[in-house]
């Protein structure tokens, strides 16, 4: 999206435009999937990472662009606000030894970045939301000066026509309201990119969807908002509030947020995501491309589809469907959900897990959604984002075709043996993904993530006689020294 914005105001002639050539697009798409042999190609996975940019106290530091000027690297991004950043790793074959082939890329960008932040006296943090941000952090100053987030703001303001407002209740409880759109900008993420063929798209995405809860739940990582302890992943709520352009109050339908779950599971395939987001979102970035949509052919390559790419890069559900033209076409999966850090190898040990859990599951996804409404996927989401390794959630009896209610970790345990299995029959290699399945174990048996163990250590300090803030500085110190030095979060001390 950032290297097609350059205007942040658009007319009304702009938009129905742009939602004529949107809907011719929905067609085209509709088309381009129907031709054989489109997205044929290698199981790949890609990943994108968020970071936040402190000073060596912990501050955070407003040099992204610095940065990028600095390193001009293409696969470095601004992000929306301007003490984070981001990296577009390399996509990986699944073959043999991808994971290890992604923990190297993230530890060299780390490295790097670290580097280059430095000699700004700054340091480079992979998490969730920083511990010490503070709410003079989120005023308009600290946006990234680009025309695609000042048209962001501008028209999600316009749809919802009042200040964007949170309210969190955990352990403690926020109230926050802000005329911008930064309180987003809190949240940094580590999303994983899968390519699925066609065939094979709305098993895969179901799957992932069903999985994602048992993902989350080992890898929450932002307990704390403003120093509020609140949920173990406060992204998901954070996310959703700060950019929920719904106008309260007009007695019209209340239509869905463009941050959510999903709407229900896939029927047939990658089409009718496309179609739904169409439906049910207007656009807000109406950039036109050129020349007439009519010009694409059947045989004649992937179409670029410019206005359709843009309007889904403009509504953030936690797992969002991508159509790509590269590579002769194909779609994607991005799982949107996981938090950045604590350590690269804790990422990738998420990775394996997804990645496991999906193909291991796969196969029998029929099964597990007949007794699976989507209603209670959903829920098991946003209870494990509140409660993390301490949720319980709804899962299918398999004997006995019911739900029943299941401590997420007994069912992480139970369903191991699926990923480990899942990943050798997509070609991973076992000496591959056995030390990041191991770091999981871990994990799990520690009952230890980043969300717990921020939380831990910081009420230790607590009791110590430290105050809320210094208690998270001495946190998050701690924090970033293990982080660097690579080191999984289980083995982490909690001592305070």
């Known amino acids: 999206m950032g290297s097609i914005i350059e205007r942040d105001a658009f007319t009304a ?37 968020e970071a936040y940019i402190t000073d060596v106290d912990g501050r955070v530091l407003n040099i992204n662009q610095t940065l ?8 470095l991004q601004l992000e929306l606000n301007r003490y984070n950043i981001e990296y577009n790793l390399a996509p990986l074959e699944l073959q043999d030894w991808p994971l290890h082939a992604l923990e190297q890329q993230l530890l060299q960008v780390l490295a790097r970045l670290q580097s280059a932040a430095a000699v700004h006296q700054g340091r480079i943090v992979p998490i969730g939301i920083l511990p ?37 209740h955990g352990d403690d409880t926020i109230r926050v309201s802000s005329s911008h759109v930064v309180l987003e900008g809190a949240n940094t993420s580590y999303q994983l990119h899968l390519r699925v063929a066609p ?7 179901n799957t992932i969807q069903l999985v994602t809860p048992l993902v989350l739940a080992l890898g929450a990582n932002s307990p704390l908002f403003l120093q509020h302890c609140l949920w173990e992943e406060t992204r998901i709520a954070l996310f959703k509030q700060a950019v929920d352009c719904r106008m309260r109050g007009s007695g019209r339908w209340r239509q ?4 959510a779950f999903g709407q229900g599971w896939v029927r047939r395939g990658a089409w009718e995501l496309f179609a739904e987001t169409v439906a049910l979102h207007r656009p807000i970035m109406p950039v036109n491309g050129e020349g007439p949509l009519e010009g694409w052919q059947p045989g004649t390559g992937a179409p670029a589809l410019p206005e359709l790419r843009l309007h889904m890069g403009t509504v953030w559900p936690w797992n969002r469907a991508v159509y790509d033209p590269a590579y002769g076409g194909h779609l994607r999966v991005e799982m949107r959900a996981l938090p950045s850090g604590p350590s690269a190898v804790d990422m990738v040990a998420n ?4 990645l496991g859990l999906v193909a291991g599951l796969r196969e029998d996804i029929d099964d597990w959604l007949s007794a699976m409404p989507f209603r209670f996927a959903e829920y098991n989401f946003y209870r494990v984002a509140q409660h993390g390794l301490a949720a319980r959630l709804l899962w299918p009896h398999r004997r006995h075709h019911r739900l029943e209610e299941v401590a997420v970790v007994t069912l992480l345990e139970r369903l191991l043996p699926h990923a480990s299995r899942g990943l050798r029959s997509l070609g991973v290699a076992t000496a591959d993904s056995a030390p990041y399945l191991s770091t999981i174990e871990h994990r799990l048996a520690a009952r230890l993530n980043g969300a717990v163990w921020q939380r831990e250590v910081m009420q230790g300090l607590e009791r110590q006689g430290l105050e809320r803030l210094d208690a998270c500085h001495r946190m998050l110190a701690r924090y970033g020294e293990a982080s660097q030095a690579n080191r999984p979060v289980a083995s982490w001390s909690r001592e305070a």
Do not use: C, N, W
């Not at 989120?138 to 695609?148: F, K, N, Q, S, V």
């Open 13 to 49: 002639a702009d938009f129905r435009l742009f939602g004529r050539r949107l809907r011719a697009s929905l067609g085209i798409l509709r088309d381009v999937l129907a031709q054989p042999g489109f997205g044929v190609g290698p199981a790949t996975i890609g990943a994108e990472l």
């Open 68 to 75: 990028v000027d600095e390193l001009k690297d293409p696969q």
């Open 132 to 168: 010490t941000l503070r709410a003079e952090d989120l005023g308009e100053h600290a946006m990234t000066d680009l025309p695609r987030y000042r048209a962001l703001e501008r028209e999600l303001k316009r749809l919802r026509g009042e200040d964007f407002s949170v309210e969190i």
């Open 199 to 205: 065939e094979d798209y709305a098993d895969t995405f």
């Open 256 to 259: 869905p947020s463009r941050v």
């Open 351 to 354: 990775t394996a897990l997804m």
